[in-house]
């Protein structure tokens, strides 16, 4: 028999892909969040998650923007800000921003 075992199983793609898409998604929050913490200072010792509204934590609409334009910068995202303005938390806003990668 020689030491032959079981062959490697290969990896479930759909499981692998479920994973990529998690971790790209908690990358782009974390770069929603560094934003907001460098144009809404008062932010900058605050636990952020998710469920957080940019609006009920104190970012007027100028912000916002300048947040959500800083972002899509950094990943050479072009989504027209209309699209953004659904997010109702900064979970939804990475969602769309991840949603939109996929074709970079």
Do not use: W
């Not at 010792?45 to 934590?57: A, E, F, I, T, V």
Request: proline share 6%; net charge neutral; hydrophobic share 45%.
């Amino acid at each position: 028999m020689g030491g032959v075992g079981p062959k490697p199983r290969a990896p479930d793609t759909c499981l692998l892909t479920l994973m990529r898409y998690a971790m790209e998604k908690q990358a782009i929050f974390d770069l929603i969040v560094k934003h907001a913490r460098e144009v809404v200072p008062a932010l900058a010792g605050r636990d952020l998650g998710p469920d957080d509204s940019l609006r009920l934590l104190g970012a007027n609409s100028v912000d916002r923007s300048e947040i959500i334009l800083m972002t899509l910068e950094a990943l050479s995202l072009n989504i027209p800000l209309v699209a953004m303005a659904r997010a109702e938390n900064l979970g939804q806003l990475a969602e769309i921003m991840q949603r939109n990668t996929a074709g970079v």
